[in-house]
């Protein structure tokens, strides 16, 4: 198992649950669209699955391991298996984008001959193969978050997480960058996408959870004419 939810509960002051009784598990290879209304705690869930946050109750598994339970030293290791894009990009604008995305490797200490080829193909298969040496000011919303998908991919991970990878594009870059994810799940890393854009998700036909006052509903590929499962 790469996520296993077991009762998991999260509150911020102590008192009021803004996630309760979430239970929930995504398998080797899978793929999920995390929705609900916003406020739902969708960024909340996708924290507690990156370690950012402890849940307050309940468990959370991490490829196979409670990671609720291991010891603090051990979950930079976890971690390190996570690729994440965040809603916001977190790109440094005073780096271009091919040293953006190799920022990773750099501070893992890996010699850039051992990375230099996976950063230029990784940018060429996110279609920027030509703005490798732009820095994001000068770049498009759409350009940014493919730049944060391939920074995310650059250390191989087996989990990605992406916060709203289309809030900041017009619906065709969106559908663009939701293939990417779909792309990636097929070449066998498990995904988690989280969304509010029902219209895509059911453009798209994939597996959805949702999220509806602080507990998680297991749905299925909506059925919708064209739909590719
Ligand atoms: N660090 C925090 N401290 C206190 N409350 C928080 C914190 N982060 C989020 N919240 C609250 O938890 C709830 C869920 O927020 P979260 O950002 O997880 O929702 P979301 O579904 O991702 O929303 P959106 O779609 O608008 O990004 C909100 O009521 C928010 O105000």
Do not use: C
Not at 50 to 60: F, I, S
Not at 83 to 89: A, P, R
Not at 114 to 134: K, S, T
Not at 179 to 199: P, S
């Amino acid at each position: 198992m790469i996520v296993g939810f077991e009762n998991v509960g999260l509150s911020y002051d102590g008192e009021t649950e803004i996630l309760r009784d979430l239970n929930f598990s995504l398998g080797e290879g899978e793929f999920r669209f995390l929705t609900g209304p916003s406020g739902a705690g969708k960024t909340s869930l996708l924290k507690l699955v990156y370690l950012a946050h402890r849940p307050t109750r309940g468990r959370v598994i991490l490829f196979g391991q409670d990671a609720t339970a291991a010891e603090r030293e051990a979950l930079p290791a976890l971690r390190r298996r996570i690729g994440v894009v965040f809603q916001e990009f977190r790109l440094l604008d005073h780096l271009t984008a091919f040293e953006n995305v190799a920022l990773p490797m750099k501070v893992a200490g890996v010699n850039q001959n051992q990375y230099r080829e996976d950063v230029r193909e990784l940018l060429n298969w996110v279609g920027l193969g030509d703005r490798m040496h732009a820095r994001p000011p000068t770049l498009s919303g759409g350009e940014k978050q493919r730049v944060a998908l391939a920074r995310a991919l650059v250390t191989k991970p087996d989990l990605i997480l992406a916060d709203e990878p289309t809030g900041n594009v017009d619906p065709v870059m969106g559908e663009k960058i939701m293939r990417l994810f779909i792309e990636l799940n097929k070449l066998g890393a498990a995904v988690i996408v989280a969304t509010h854009d029902l219209q895509l998700i059911s453009a798209l036909g994939k597996p959805t959870i949702a999220l509806e006052n602080g507990r998680l509903i297991e749905e299925t590929a909506p059925a919708v004419a064209g739909a590719r499962r």
